[in-house]
């Protein structure tokens, strides 16, 4: 357990300061070094000292745990030039203003920073404890999990040690929790592939919402711990070990995949886990907002959200249709094969990666079915990736809204989502974003191809990144195989195409524009 010691103590200690934020006009965010007030005053000197001391003091616990004094030392001075930057960069910050602002573009920056940065923190242990064989497995497993891709490089689960095994499903629970910040406050407040849509009080950093920002993240964190609990009880019950239950509790609500063993869920052979995997990611699909009215004992707003109803409409009939094709081909019996088929429906198109059996040896009608579930993910606000079904939906508003100004050239028709009108900012920012995921998963795919991957492990790697499901297809990255037999440069790719995917890739790409770093 000492690697989890190690990123215990890595996590920051906070000064005696606060640190507020509050939002000014659109698009403005103005950040108080507080000391007496609300009001922005000068830098606390305390408050650094206390930054500058806490951090170097944490380097040199982790040197000394993880490798003894020699590594202490190492670290301490690590820590120390790491405290001087911070303090720099906080000087800059701050200097000469009494009320900072910070801009949109510096929000782009942070989000990006802040998960490379957590992403960073999470390759230690495999680092430090020499589980994989190189820096760049390490940092893979680590983004797939932060990114609750479920992608991974590891062989032999069943005999690795206990703490990175939950090390692994930490990072994925981590992710999860991050992943519904992120789809809550972030991206709606940035306008994000039409994220804007889902704008509320939790998105919305004004002064006086910042209260109810507060309360309403809060609450998401109590459900969110609250259904990890229940799931983690569930398959206590269902026949899994305490640790199996914990860690597979965790990756389960967080729909990242992470496993104890090699043969994921099938290790099991139970009937009741599968059912109760499929309960949980199912939930762990829906947009978290609407858990939120269950505590005030409301269950209107979840049952008639129409995005729900589409998204099990949709999970619904590519199930029936499996279900028809295994039945059919008498690969199964009935019985087997509907279970199967709801579990495999649910494993791919809510992200999570699961797996009961290899869904490739079901025949091409299969494989391309699930292929096709790849991009489809989950819900708005939920743990899934993917393009999301209200995108869909989206879609499926702007093809009937073609279809009948074909008929009708000079009507004017009224565009509406779960009672919210659809402008062309929105409209576009959707479009926009089905584009781009469309010319990442291209380029990632003939990036891949170029390394001298096959077809199918080229393409597939690039969708299952992007979409942050994890299994791939074909003999190399299928549900039965790992990432591990990728070159270095491979994983490099399918690491930016995970990140680009779970973060809704505009994030990222913004980065990239000369107009970003314009003045």
């Known amino acids: 357990m000492r690697f989890l010691l190690c990123m215990i103590l890595l996590l920051p200690v906070t000064a005696s300061a606060d640190w507020p934020a509050s939002l000014g006009r659109e698009g403005e965010c103005r950040v108080c070094v507080v000391r007496g007030g609300g009001h922005g005053t000068d830098v606390d000197p305390a408050g650094v000292r206390a930054t500058v001391l806490s951090t170097i003091g944490q380097a040199d616990a982790v040197g000394q745990v993880a490798g003894g004094p020699p590594v202490g030392i190492l670290a301490n001075r690590l820590g120390l030039r790491a405290a001087m930057v911070t303090v720099a960069v906080l000087l800059m910050i701050l200097r000469g203003k009494r009320r900072p602002t910070l801009r949109i573009r510096e929000m782009f920056l942070l989000t990006n920073l802040a998960w490379l940065m957590v992403c960073g923190f999470g390759a230690l242990p495999f680092i430090l404890s020499h589980t994989?064989?190189?820096?760049?497995?390490?940092v893979f497993e680590s983004v797939s999990g932060v990114t609750t891709t479920g992608a991974t490089v590891l062989s032999g689960l069943d005999s690795l040690p206990a703490d990175i095994l939950l090390w692994r499903s930490i990072m994925q629970w981590i992710g999860?929790?991050?992943i519904i910040a992120l789809g809550a406050a972030v991206l709606p407040f940035l306008r994000i592939g039409g994220m804007r849509l889902f704008k509320t009080e939790s998105s919305d950093l004004s002064d006086k919402a910042l209260p109810r920002t507060r309360r309403i993240l809060t609450q998401l964190l109590l459900v969110y711990v609250a259904l990890s609990l229940?799931?983690?009880v569930s398959y206590w019950i269902g026949g899994m070990t305490v640790f199996d239950a914990i860690n597979h509790a965790m990756t389960t609500v967080s729909t990242g995949g992470f496993s104890t063993h090699d043969?994921?869920?099938?290790?099991f052979d139970s009937s009741a886990i599968e059912v109760i995997a499929?309960?949980?990611?199912?939930l762990a699909a829906i947009p978290f907002m609407l858990y939120l009215p269950l505590l005030h004992g409301r269950v209107q707003p979840l049952v008639s959200d129409?995005?729900?109803r589409s998204m099990l409409l949709v999970y619904g009939s590519v199930a029936a249709m499996c279900l028809a094709w295994l039945v059919a081909?008498?690969?199964f019996g009935p019985g087997l094969a509907l279970r199967e088929a709801i579990f495999g429906v649910l494993s791919i198109a809510t992200t999570t990666g699961y797996v009961s059996a290899d869904y490739t040896n079901w025949g091409s009608f299969a494989i391309v079915l699930f292929f096709l579930l790849t991009f489809v993910g989950g819900c708005s606000g939920s743990t899934s990736g993917g393009i999301k079904i209200f995108r869909f939906k989206i879609a499926f508003v702007m093809l009937r809204e073609t279809m009948q100004r074909l008929l009708h050239p000079r009507a004017t028709f009224s565009r509406s989502l779960q009672n919210q009108a659809l402008n062309d900012e929105v409209m576009a920012s959707v479009m926009a974003f089905a584009l781009v995921f469309a010319v990442t998963v291209g380029i990632a795919a003939t990036i891949l191809a170029a390394l001298g991957n096959d077809f199918v492990t080229s393409f597939s790697a690039a969708a299952t990144a992007t979409a942050n499901v994890g299994p791939g297809i074909g003999d190399v990255i299928g549900p039965s195989q790992s990432f591990a037999t990728l070159s270095d440069a491979s994983k490099w790719v399918v690491c930016i195409a995970m990140l680009l995917g779970r973060l809704e890739i505009f994030t990222v790409l913004i980065l990239l524009t000369p107009g970003f770093w314009r003045d």
């Open 263 to 267: 043969r994921s869920i099938a290790h």
């Open 230 to 232: 229940a799931c983690f």
């Open 329 to 331: 081909t008498e690969q």
């Open 132 to 138: 994989v064989g190189s820096f760049t497995d390490a």
């Open 306 to 308: 129409g995005q729900v």
């Open 176 to 178: 999860g929790l991050g």
């Open 278 to 282: 499929m309960v949980f990611m199912l």
